[in-house]
């Protein structure tokens, strides 16, 4: 749990550095798969973080194929190519200078599972509500309404009439 966290630190730190759009959204993906896990491991299930994911996989699609319409031959920079060793040399070493400085987590295995427990229960409250009569209505009509927008939305960026047609 501590080296998720540490991992996460060290990706938003290096996120300043870069400037190349799909590094940064390869950077936002690891970082989306590591709360994830991080949120899966405090939840009895998965639920939220596989959703968590999904969406932030969808948005990553699209930005993917907006940059590389947009911005295709653009060059990674060399100078981030010298940061990786000592992003990952300092990663490495923090799970040792934490435990050295006496800094992690101190949790006993009673409390941590009365929060799993816990959350358990409130996920399965939220679910239960989400899932009731006045709910699932808006909810039916937000699964429609998304639908028909896909739909729509396919059909009006044909690859020949869009926005991403290749110019000559």
């Given at each position: 749990m501590?080296?998720?966290?540490?991992?996460?630190?060290?990706?938003?730190?290096?996120?300043?550095?870069?400037?190349?759009?799909?590094?940064?959204?390869?950077?936002?993906?690891?970082?989306?798969?590591?709360?994830?896990?991080?949120?899966?491991?405090?939840?009895?299930?998965?639920?939220?973080?596989?959703?968590?994911?999904?969406?932030?996989?969808?948005?990553?699609?699209?930005?993917?194929?907006?940059?590389?319409?947009?911005?295709?031959?653009?060059?990674?920079?060399?100078?981030?190519?010298?940061?990786?060793?000592?992003?990952?040399?300092m990663l490495i070493m923090s799970p040792f200078i934490l435990n050295k400085l006496n800094y992690t987590f101190n949790l006993n295995m009673k409390n941590e599972e009365f929060l799993v427990l816990n959350n358990h229960l409130e996920f399965q409250q939220i679910l239960n509500k989400f899932i009731m009569y006045p709910s699932m209505l808006i909810f039916m009509f937000m699964v429609i309404y998304l639908l028909i927008t896909m739909i729509a939305i396919v059909k009006i960026t044909k690859l020949s009439y869009g926005p991403l047609r290749q110019f000559n």
């Open positions: 501590t080296l998720f966290m540490m991992s996460n630190i060290m990706l938003s730190l290096m996120l300043i550095f870069l400037k190349h759009p799909i590094s940064m959204g390869s950077t936002l993906l690891i970082q989306t798969t590591i709360v994830s896990l991080i949120l899966g491991n405090l939840n009895l299930n998965f639920w939220f973080s596989y959703i968590l994911f999904i969406v932030m996989v969808g948005g990553m699609l699209v930005l993917f194929i907006y940059m590389t319409s947009i911005a295709s031959n653009e060059q990674f920079s060399k100078k981030l190519m010298k940061l990786v060793p000592l992003m990952i040399g």
